[in-house]
């Protein structure tokens, strides 16, 4: 029972590179998520998609893209990476149902030099 | 927008009872999640509360408060395994579902 994967765990980028982590769920769930994690921060909102295809801003969005081309992916791409980004990325899926918790991937731990 | 504010730390004694508190502002307050979070792992679903009073599970209770805008954790008995991070996370109502999350309680539980 897989429940969110996430892809690759651990990554050390150069400034200016790109790059795409991935997310995949098999709870068939609607929506999905990615936040990033910052020491005293807590987790903050990138983007989210609310079904297969769409796609919205969070509270943090700039410097990433999204695309939901499948319902079970989610993917968060970095163009041009700066060390600002440098963070632990965590994905999360969940119903779209005000009662019921999101479920959270392992997270993807990257760097940025 | 909405405003969330948790303790940065805490810490306790193992066997102990702990209440972590968070405080909230929002508009459609549409119900209230704590997770708690190991280090170096994903967060997991501890509680959800919607309406006002206290929910039990176990060892963990939580409580809401919604005029108030205030939500407890409450952990008995405290393990050497409760050392982690617990975060408050706030779902408003119109829209979509997005909680917003706290920048979450670090519990340090010592022997």
């Known amino acids: 029972n897989a429940g969110v994967t996430q892809t690759p765990k651990f990554r050390v980028l150069k400034t200016g590179q790109s790059m795409t982590l991935l997310c995949a769920q098999d709870?068939?769930?609607?929506?999905m998520y990615w936040y990033r994690q910052d020491p005293g921060m807590g987790l903050r909102l990138i983007h989210y998609?609310?079904?297969?295809?769409?796609?919205a801003k969070g509270e943090v969005p700039d410097g990433y893209n999204v695309s939901r081309l499948k319902k079970q992916n989610f993917l968060l791409g970095l163009e041009s990476a700066a060390p600002s980004q440098t963070s632990v990325y965590f994905c999360?899926?969940?119903?779209?149902?005000?009662?019921?918790?999101?479920?959270f991937g392992d997270g993807t731990r990257l760097s940025i030099l | 927008g909405q405003n969330i504010d948790q303790p940065t730390e805490m810490t306790a004694t193992e066997g102990a009872i702990v209440q972590i508190n968070c405080t909230y502002q929002?508009?459609?307050?549409?119900?209230l999640f704590w997770y708690q979070q190991h280090a170096g792992e994903a967060p997991t679903f501890l509680s959800y509360?919607?309406?006002?009073g206290l929910e039990e599970k176990g060892r963990f209770s939580s409580f809401l408060s919604r005029s108030k805008g205030y939500s407890y954790l409450l952990l008995k008995e405290l393990q050497m395994k409760d050392s982690a991070s617990y975060l408050c996370?706030?779902?408003?109502?119109?829209?979509?579902?997005?909680?917003?999350f706290g920048r979450g309680t670090s519990l340090i539980v010592h022997p």
């Open positions: 509360n919607v309406l006002d």
């Open positions: 998609s609310v079904g297969e295809g769409t796609t």
């Open positions: 709870m068939n769930h609607e929506y």
């Open positions: 929002t508009s459609g307050f549409n119900g």
């Open positions: 996370a706030v779902s408003s109502s119109g829209g979509s579902y997005i909680p917003t």
């Open positions: 999360a899926s969940g119903t779209g149902d005000s009662n019921q918790p999101q479920h």
